[in-house]
């Protein structure tokens, strides 16, 4: 059980990282206490911005001490409340982002070593200027760092082809919850002695140990880029599109994100800069892309000689391939956008799952009847990373509700049931419910509900054995005994 600390102890806690190195009034610590969708907002005793792994081993060492607690926090993108402490004002917020260096780039290697600190966007920078690839992208790249991209085993937009966070990792150093330090930084492809503890620490969500620094695989630059939307009449038609393309093509597809026409509504209606790819309006567009590292001159000439049978035999129902880099850009400014668009169009029940990708059309079918049953004038927006089986099922209110209105409390009212409707779907037809977000605090309740029983057990024992004091991010992913409600 934690305990809230004593102002002795805060002030050693301060004395740790230096004058620079800490913030405790309410006014400069209120936005690291609240999550990035402001779905919570909690209380820190101090928020600690150590500059080298020394300090982060002595302040860890010492809450360990007291039994004080700890929320790790990278760059606050969490979409599951996972960096946000509670309301006690007894935790301390444990912020990363003045350990950002770069340790090492080892371009033969293919292998480059960073503070956990860095942002996500430098971390690519890094690798594109040693002519190497850094595949992890996510619209949040330029605020989340790579300790938190670990930490929730980051997935984003390019899975398909390189994976998620966890495949990307080849060595990993933690301050474990009693200050002392695991070093598996080695950047080796093979090495097989004994357990692979740092899987542990790989989604865990900072509930077994902060990660400092972190080993990372890099991948050949690519020269040939073939970026293309793709109108088709629904998902199942995506699916069916994605397979022979995968066949076709094999694994320079790289990136296939689904897109409904009301995702592009809103994208015209709300973020300035967007334009409709095509003259009139489709049911759903698809966003292509397919690296070669080149060169690979034929490349695009062979996409346009796909599209076109696809065209003729009526599997797609439009297409249109970026003829420069503004043009792809253009492209992706769209999908990235999205949540935004979504966001200022209102309030929005969220759901990220995954599914067999031959499961997807009908998940959206039985789910799709399933919403309207509960909310029939309830808007599905439907969105993401086809390639990989995740899709961001959200849910927005009525056209015309406005924020903060009766009718919108209303509609959010009938979240739980409509999420509880998406879930057990998700789950009797083999899916996620939780395919790239986490649980955080936001899914405590789904974990324990869907979870094989066996497995969650196996997950406290393994909380208890690294952190019997329970001082790592108490109250995020797994229920544990000393959790306060
Ligand atoms: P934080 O939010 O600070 O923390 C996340 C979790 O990790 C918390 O539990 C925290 O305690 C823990 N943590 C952070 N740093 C450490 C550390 N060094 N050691 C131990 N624990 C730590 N996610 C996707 O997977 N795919 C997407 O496509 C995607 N797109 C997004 C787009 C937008 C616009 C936004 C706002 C978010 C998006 N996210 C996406 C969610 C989010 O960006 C990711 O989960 C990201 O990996 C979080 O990184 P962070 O540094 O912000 O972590
Ligand atoms: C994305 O893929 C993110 O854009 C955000 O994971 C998803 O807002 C969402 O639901
Ligand atoms: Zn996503």
Sequence with gaps: MSEAPSAQMLDALKAIVGDAGWLCSAEDTAPFSRDFRQLYQGRAALVLRPNSVQQVMAVVTLCHQESIAIVPQGGNTSYCGGATPDASGHQVILCLSRLARVREVDAQSYTMTLDAGCTLQRAREVAHAAHRHFPLSLGSEGSCQIGGNLSTNAGGTAVLRYGMMRDLVLGLEVVLPDGSLLNQLKGLRKDNTGYDVKQLFLGAEGTLGIITGACLKLSPQATDYMTALVAIDHIGSAVALLSRLRSHFGEIVERFEYLPDIAHQLLLQHIAGVTPPFATSYPALVLVELQAPGPWPELTARVEDFLGAEAAASHILNAVIAKSFSERDAFWFMREHIPEAQTREGASIKHDVSLPISAL??????????????????????????????????????????????????????????????????AELGGSFSAEHGIGQLKV??????????????????????????????GKVIQYPSDKS
């Design 361 to 426: 059309h009908d998940f959206v079918t039985r789910a799709t009847a399933l919403i309207s049953s509960i909310a029939p004038e309830a808007r599905i927006v439907g969105y993401g990373h086809v390639g990989d089986g995740n899709l961001h099922f959200n849910v927005s209110p009525p056209a015309g509700v406005t924020r903060d209105s009766p009718n919108e409390a209303a509609f959010l009212a009938l979240a739980p049931t409509i999420t509880r409707a998406v879930h057990d779907l998700v």
């Design 445 to 474: 309740g789904e974990l324990t509900r869907y979870e094989d029983p066996v497995a969650l057990t196996l997950m406290q024992r393994i909380k208890a054995a690294v952190d019997p004091k329970n001082i790592m991010n108490p």
